[in-house]
């Protein structure tokens, strides 16, 4: 069974930090690019950055210079650093595994909300 599991969301003033992590399942993590998108209330869904396999990031031009994506493969966890928050930031965030062995190929947590306030 696969398992995606979100942590580290939370509320917090506008300038602050948060650290997301997701914790996945062994049998995919090592195969999968991972990213993380978020949905704000009212908002489409949107990619925020990913991570390959091979470590090679990608931001969405919002979240650049403020975010880091990285990934420890030890601990088959992905983490988000968010830093400089905004409220315009504030939404439910997703961990993503993506694959090109498996069917699915993707795999989402749960979500995670973070609020960033004025």
């Known amino acids: 069974q696969v398992q995606m599991v979100e942590s580290g969301g939370g509320l917090v003033q506008a300038g602050g930090s948060l650290r997301l992590s997701c914790a996945a399942s062994g049998s995919i993590f090592s195969i999968s690019d991972m990213g993380w998108y978020r949905q704000a209330p009212g908002s489409q869904h949107e990619l925020v950055a990913t991570v390959t396999s091979g470590g090679s ?3 969405a031009d919002s979240v650049k ?3 880091t994506i990285s990934r420890d493969n030890a ?11 905004k409220p315009e930031d504030t939404a439910v965030y997703y961990c993503n595994a993506h694959n090109y062995i498996l069917s699915p190929r993707d795999y989402w947590g749960q979500g995670t909300q973070v609020t960033v306030s004025s």
Do not use: A, W
């Open 75 to 85: 601990k088959n966890t992905v983490y988000l650093q968010m830093n400089s928050l």
């Open 65 to 67: 210079g403020r975010f």
């Open 57 to 59: 990031t990608n931001y």
